[in-house]
């Protein structure tokens, strides 16, 4: 499947959504580490980042895997 997605849109977007995760209100952008039964956990300390953090993974993984394909 060919999909034509301008990545320089998609890098710059993710560029943003860092700095909007840096310069949280609430957080300052720091998160804790905790180390769990399961190995370490990397924990994002506020809500008000939280997703956008989650959005970040997803759209990280997408451009990679669109730089690979």
């Known amino acids: 499947m060919q999909v034509n997605i301008d990545l320089s849109i998609l890098s710059r977007l993710i560029a943003e959504l ?8 609430r957080c300052e952008g720091t998160r804790e580490t905790t ?3 399961r190995g370490r956990d990397n924990v ?4 008000e ?4 953090h989650q959005a970040l993974g997803h759209l990280e993984a997408a451009l990679a895997a669109l730089k690979e394909g």
């Not at 860092?18 to 209100?25: E, H, L, N, Q, Y």
């Not at 994002?44 to 809500?47: D, G």
């Not at 980042?49 to 956008?52: G, W």
Request: hydrophobic share 35%; with cysteine.
């Open 18 to 25: 860092r700095k909007a995760a840096a310069d949280c209100p």
């Open 44 to 47: 994002v300390p506020c809500l």
């Open 49 to 52: 980042c939280e997703n956008v």
């Open 35 to 37: 180390f769990t039964s």
